[in-house]
């Protein structure tokens, strides 16, 4: 417990909060068979999914993301509770390229770049695009997943182009 000082004398505050982390084993399963995690992560992938670790939040804001301290996976629970599977399953592999990118040894959040820009968001975004291709989403349906409410227009012009997409006002 941390005291405040004479100003604030009857608040104290406890700043090392415990973080409950569960596998991920125990709620996502066979996504070490899925080929491009397996390319991601080679022969280790199963090890890595066993060791994998993933932590629920209850906010609406926000979907996924994986910590930059321990490499860890971040999911709203209403997220994960109100998505469509699909989207579900496309936004853990783009996590999961995230994954990798930490245990790489890079950084995670580039402050120089806005979001769409940033060259790990991009390699994540590759990664997600060439797999929402593979289950058979249209340029359309992945346009769709793509657009996130803190993201602008022309933001999303820049991201739909990078990825090769085609975007329904340009054809
Ligand atoms: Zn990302």
Redesign the pocket.
Known sequence: MVSLGPAVPDVQINREAKVHLYPFADYFNGFEKVPIIRKLFGEKTDQILRNLKVEFYSAKFGYMAVSDEDGHLLISAYHLRTADSAIIYLDVV??LH?VKQFMDGKELFLNDFEYVDSP??IE?YLGTVEEARRIGFSDRQIIEYLKIEWITDEQMERLVERMGLKSPSTS
């Open positions: 783009h996590e995230h790990i968001e994540a």
